[in-house]
């Protein structure tokens, strides 16, 4: 049984990169709090759980009589259809083969070329928010009269920020780092 993902597309990396960009303005900014924050109702859950046929169409046109009428199509499919020995009925498999593995191709490869892209943002955003939950953790030990509402807040990015490291770990099967 194939692993389940937890981000299977790039759209779906947006809140883990909101999550980022908030720990970020927390650090730079020792005076906000969750009620400053766009994603305070997130936060506030988190504070609270812790609280191809165009080629096959040109083909059929370019084989047959010029035009689109019946003489033109039935010629053009029986002209395609010569080319392996058949007639109309082969020439609709001619002419609809370069389309389906064409688009089979072009299907495949941006697949492989999107699953990359995931991937390389997974990585990104892994990095990333390890670095913010580090930043985050330092400002919780070190911040000198920080008050409940920004220590709930911090706390709040922080929980959010272990989730993300470690679904994003889990998408990328590194479990053995931080």
């Known amino acids: 049984m ?3 993902e937890n981000f299977k597309s790039l759209d779906s990396l947006n809140s883990i990169m ?5 720990a970020n303005e927390a650090i730079l900014d020792k005076g906000r709090i969750l009620t ?3 994603i305070s109702e997130v936060l506030a859950g988190a504070a609270g759980a812790v609280a191809g046929g165009a080629l096959s169409f040109v083909a059929l046109i370019n084989l047959g009589v010029v035009g689109l009428g019946a003489a033109g199509i039935t010629s053009g499919l029986a002209a395609a259809g010569a080319i392996i020995g058949g007639g109309m009925v082969a020439g609709i498999g001619v002419l609809a083969a370069p389309a389906v593995i064409l688009g089979a191709g072009a299907v495949g490869l941006t697949s492989v070329i999107k699953k990359r892209k995931l991937i390389e943002k997974k990585e ?4 990333a928010a390890v670095v913010k939950y580090d930043a ?3 400002s919780l030990n070190n911040e000198v009269n920080m008050t409940k509402d920004r220590a709930d807040y911090l706390n709040a990015l922080n929980v959010l920020l272990q989730s993300a490291i470690r679904d994003l770990k889990a998408d990328l099967n590194k479990d053995d780092e931080k």
């Open 36 to 38: 400053d924050s766009p």
């Open 18 to 22: 909101k999550v980022v960009y908030e």
């Open 136 to 138: 985050i953790v330092h």
């Open 124 to 127: 990104e955003l892994l990095k």
């Open 2 to 4: 194939p692993k389940q």
